[in-house]
């Protein structure tokens, strides 16, 4: 015995230690039931899972995807990314914010287990302009944006940035409840030790960049968040893009280019920003390439008929005067009539068709990725029953959620991410 | 949640009692023939952190969000069945990425490999590859209940003691980074400020560097930390000492140690202008006594860090000689540390495989399973 011992200690001197932990571990499969596959992001694949405890809760897992050594997976060390999300969403408490249950560090991956949120924001605009083929109401809306607001409040009363908002992002549960999710683009901004573009060359989805951004601003700070905010905003009140513009991508020397489309969306409703309404815009990089592009009338009231005023503060070129969650949330809009509400459905609750759908799953198409008990897909119309059951959905339609096809691609909203 | 103590996981999961950190080390003692053995240690791997992010070129925040995590880790572990090396390195590198400066994972093994080889340290087999290190990362990440931010006294000292003087001591070392915003107090409700020069201000700074090497961050909040630092300062500065005195406060005998000294040189002509330090300190409204056993514990470690040297005497202490010295007031060198290391882990195996029960320990099974697999 003696000599095992000591043949092991030179060698790997963990291994003791190891062995207790993986005694002490308590696996993924044997705290959740995987009911099928959501969505696979930029980071890793996210499932729905039902806890197995008594409470029986929903659950999505978001698993991020193990680092491969040709076919094996392999220990490559923790992406910058996955550290980010899982130390913010550590600290972070508030009831606009998707919460974290806990992360279980198992075979080489890595699970956050968030609290399941039934659709997004995404979801409903399809919903409207696909389905009902009818504006969003107009107190849905105000709901939606100003529950959005309050989470973005939260955040950025921590000194977070959130700097990937945007619809798919942004959640909303069976109850109603807006939640801001994916934190895996999001930062600390109290006294960071480093300059906020350093750590990352290009942050925020193409279409939901603010201009300070697209002209090459290597000081931003919390309006990114709430331009994206106007983005959403203006994109539920006329179910599409505002700004859809064609992201120039980085050069073989990850130089970031200017990006003239998208620049040109934005003249093109907003006009060109001057240096009297924005005096900081001379001290960007991409000033000169600016100038050079052709002005346009403001035409934003075509765009978004009712809080006209409101949304114009959201998209004030110059971030330090472009209003910010606080402001926002004290502005006119919300005192009037609608009143935003505690469920954002409270009025399409008496016609449930008006609702959204539930989220679709499917079979994961890379089974692999789960451990396996959790791809039988047999089991999964039962489980539906009995979730139906627990949850005492009232919602209408369930077919889209039974559908078992392969291949539900999700959106294909570009990504603000390289690498 | 930057500004908010009260609500962070430090606060809600890191700070510990004393009676838990006895816990923690009890096993370890038993294989040590002095409990300063083990507080040695924690001096020696503190200093080993501090020197492997420098070799990084980690900055002075980053090493202390590392020697936090590798203080936690081993709140839950022990000394003598771990790789201390290997959870040095692997904190260094998730600290760096905690702190959103991320370095190469190939330059943390390579530094360490060369660092802890070094005939001074004389740890032989640190892993070469890749893999191990991340392994580690893994296993402390979530040993660390995945709690990565971490609060640190340097903030309430800069909040405290004067911006101009924060930007001196920016520049000097260069420790502090851009867009720098002190920011609201989590805590008290005084609104008193106090003007340090730069000296003392330094001197302030190293003090909480050097708590550091103790345990002194699992034990208390870190603005009550840079307190007890700030009130160190004073009192060791004699010319804000006789102002105390002046006022008829009660000041503890001036130990002042080699350590700090190299602070405290700095020191330029003390403030013309008569400052409050006992009004200062009182306006605070956190706990006096509090502040004072922090001082106190501080002025220990100085007392115990003496016995430390980094250079092997000429009688050499070092080397073969740990187990064999009943531990009373010996200078230790880091060689000396290993190797007791290195014995408190055999001693360990030994007791593993045969335990005084006779019972296997369980984890033998699992061991054996583990190597048959690995
Ligand atoms: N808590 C949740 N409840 C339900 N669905 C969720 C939840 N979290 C995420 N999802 C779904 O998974 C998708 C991807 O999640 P997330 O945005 O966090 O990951 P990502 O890898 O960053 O993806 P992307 O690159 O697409 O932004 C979301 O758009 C949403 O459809
Ligand atoms: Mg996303």
């Known amino acids: 015995m003696v000599d095992d011992w000591s043949q092991v200690i030179p060698h790997d001197v963990m291994r003791i230690y190891r062995a207790k932990r993986d005694e002490a571990h308590r696996s993924v499969t044997s705290k959740y039931t995987i009911l099928g596959f959501i969505s696979s992001g930029t980071y890793g694949r996210v499932y729905k899972a039902q806890s197995k405890d008594e409470e029986g809760k929903l659950h999505a897992i978001k698993k991020f995807k193990p680092d491969k050594d040709g076919d094996i997976a392999t220990y490559t060390g923790i992406s910058q990314s996955a550290i980010r999300e899982i130390a913010l969403n550590r600290e972070i408490s508030h009831k606009n914010i998707v919460a974290l249950k806990e992360v279980i560090l198992e075979d080489k991956s890595i699970y956050m287990v968030f609290e399941y949120a039934e659709h997004d924001f995404l979801q409903v605009i399809h919903h409207y302009s696909q389905t009902l083929r009818s504006h969003i109401p107009h107190d849905l809306l105000k709901s939606l944006i100003y529950q959005l607001l309050n989470g973005l409040l939260y955040l950025h009363d921590s000194h977070i940035l959130h700097r990937d908002l945007k619809p798919a992002n942004i959640l909303i549960t069976a109850t109603g409840i807006v939640k801001i999710g994916d934190l895996g683009l999001a930062r600390l901004t109290y006294q960071p030790l480093q300059p906020l573009f350093a750590g990352d060359k290009v942050v925020v989805t193409i279409w939901y960049r603010s201009p300070e951004l697209l002209m090459g601003s290597k000081h931003y700070h919390k309006a990114v968040d709430c331009w994206a905010v106007g983005c959403v905003m203006a994109e539920l009140a006329s179910l599409r893009p505002i700004f859809k513009g064609e992201e120039a991508k980085l050069d073989s020397k990850k130089n970031v280019p200017f990006q003239k489309d998208q620049l040109l969306k934005v003249i093109d409703v907003l006009g060109k920003p001057d240096e009297r309404s924005w005096p900081g815009m001379r001290n960007t990089p991409e000033y000169h390439n600016v100038k050079r592009l052709e002005d346009s009338p403001n035409r934003l009231d075509a765009w978004c008929k009712q809080p006209v005023n409101f949304l114009s503060k959201l998209f004030i070129f110059d971030p330090d005067k472009r209003m910010n969650a606080r402001e926002a949330l004290l502005h006119g809009w919300f005192q009037e009539d609608p009143k935003p509400t505690y469920n954002v459905f409270q009025q399409q609750l008496s016609s449930p068709a008006q609702l959204p759908p539930q989220r679709r799953i499917t079979q994961d198409e890379a089974p692999s990725m789960m451990p396996a008990q959790a791809t039988h897909a047999q089991h999964l119309p039962a489980q539906f029953t009995q979730q139906q059951h627990l949850q005492g959905q009232t919602h209408g339609s369930v077919t889209s959620f039974a559908s078992m096809s392969a291949g539900h691609g999700g959106h294909s909203r570009k990504k603000a991410r390289i690498g | ?349 030994a007791d593993l495989a045969h335990p005084a029960s006779g019972q296997p320990v369980a984890v033998n099974k699992r061991l054996e399973r583990t190597q048959a697999a690995g």
Request: glycine share 8%; charged share 20%; with cysteine.
């Open chain 2, 1 to 349: 949640m930057a500004t908010d103590f009260w609500a962070s996981s430090h606060n809600k999961r890191w700070i510990v009692d004393r009676a838990t950190l006895k816990q923690a080390r009890a096993e370890d003692l038993q294989y040590v023939h002095s409990p300063d053995h083990i507080d040695l240690l924690n001096i020696y791997f503190a200093n080993l952190i501090g020197m492997l992010g420098k070799k990084l070129s980690l900055r002075q925040r980053v090493i202390a969000t590392a020697t936090v995590f590798f203080r936690r880790f081993y709140v839950k572990n022990l000394y003598c069945e771990t790789d201390p090396f290997i959870v040095i390195a692997a904190c260094c590198y998730v600290a760096a990425k905690a702190e959103e400066s991320p370095v190469h994972i190939k330059n943390v093994v390579s530094e360490s490999r060369l660092m802890f080889s070094q005939e001074g340290y004389g740890v032989k087999n640190f892993p070469s590859d890749n893999s191990k290190l991340a392994e580690m990362e893994f296993y402390l990440v979530s040993d660390l209940e995945c709690d990565l931010v971490v609060f640190h006294p340097y903030r309430t000292l800069l909040t405290l003691c004067g911006r101009e003087s924060a930007c001196a001591l920016d520049t000097e070392a260069g420790e502090v980074g851009v867009g720098i915003d002190s920011g609201p107090r989590y805590w008290g409700t005084g609104e008193g400020r106090l003007e340090l020069e730069e000296g003392p201000l330094q001197t302030a700074w190293f003090i909480i560097n050097d708590t550091y090497r103790s345990e002194i961050c699992l034990l208390y909040p870190p603005h009550m930390i840079a307190i007890a630092a700030i009130y160190l300062t004073l009192v060791l500065n004699d010319k804000t000492r006789e102002a105390i005195q002046a006022q008829g406060a009660p000041v503890p005998p001036p130990r002042r140690s080699s350590r700090t000294t190299s602070g405290s040189a700095h020191r330029k002509s003390a403030p013309a202008q008569q400052q409050d330090f006992v009004g200062f300190m009182a306006g605070l409204r956190v706990s006096l006594p509090t502040v004072a056993m922090i001082a106190q514990e501080i002025l220990s470690l100085y007392t115990l860090w003496g016995r430390y040297s980094d250079t092997p005497p000429e009688s050499g202490l070092g080397g073969n000689g740990a187990g064999e010295h009943s531990g009373g007031d010996d200078v230790v060198t880091p060689a000396f540390l290993t190797q007791l290391l290195l014995r408190m882990r055999e001693a360990r195996l």
